[in-house]
């Protein structure tokens, strides 16, 4: 059974600090891999997405991947009270396709003024 | 705007009335999922269509019946609504062979009384 894990939080961090998110996965064969935001009663929205082992950065969010130890990471730099939602970790199995997604049940970040 | 876009935003019924709930986008993709996110807030995948055919069906009641009219649309009926099937709802879509980046559309609340 696919699964995806993270800590629900709350994590707080004081503005302007790296958070830090943590995501680990149980199918070995999973091939992409997806950081979703979502602030409260709002859709998912997508930020960061990564296929390979690494670093992959955008502006100030840095995905990390470890396709050995099934996990992924999303490090915010320059942390902002607007980055205060729930983070969501996805999963595919399939490089593409029609695959649904298996999604974490989310990380609550608090940003502290 | 280009998007992914639903309606009703907000549905409010009672047990055993049959609802449906619409789904458009216009990014030119050609893949379209319904998800589902519990008061819990966890998301999940119910069905996904390539191109008006049907791909995945996850353990859903087969009181829930999508249908796509065409690529760019994909609908979700629901007969004899239950307590248990409120929710929030949501429509993504994708191009199959961009490694499955999903975007979501606004989400449709459903509340059963």
């Known amino acids: 059974q696919k699964e995806v894990e993270q800590n629900s939080g709350p994590l707080s961090v004081p503005e302007g600090a790296i958070a830090s998110l943590n995501c680990t996965y149980s199918?070995?064969?999973?091939?992409?891999f997806f950081w979703y935001r979502q602030y409260s009663g709002k859709s998912p929205e997508l930020i960061m997405s990564?296929?390979?082992?690494g670093d992959k950065e955008d502006g100030r969010f840095t995905a990390q991947l470890n396709k050995a130890s099934q996990y992924v990471s999303l490090l915010i730099r320059d942390s902002q009270p607007s980055d205060s939602a729930t983070y969501l970790c996805?999963?595919?199995?399939?490089?593409?396709?029609?695959?649904?997604?298996?999604f974490g049940k989310g990380t609550h970040l608090i940003i502290q003024p | 705007d280009t998007a992914v876009s639903q309606t009703p935003k907000y549905l409010v019924t009672q047990m055993g009335n049959d609802k449906s709930i619409k789904c458009e986008q216009n990014l030119g993709h050609d893949t379209m999922y319904w998800y589902k996110q519990d008061s819990k807030k966890f998301l999940k995948i119910m069905f996904s269509?390539?191109?008006?055919?049907?791909?995945i069906n996850e353990t859903v009641p087969n009181r829930f019946s999508p249908k796509s009219p065409d690529k760019a649309h994909l609908n979700l009926h629901i007969n004899s609504l239950e307590l248990g099937d409120s929710a929030v709802y949501f429509c993504a879509s994708s191009q199959i062979d961009s490694y499955n980046e999903q975007f979501f559309g606004p989400g449709t609340r459903l509340t059963v009384l």
């Open positions: 269509y390539n191109n008006k055919e049907l791909i």
């Open positions: 199918d070995r064969v999973s091939q992409s």
């Open positions: 996805a999963v595919n199995i399939a490089g593409g396709g029609a695959d649904g997604l298996t």
């Open positions: 990564i296929y390979s082992n």
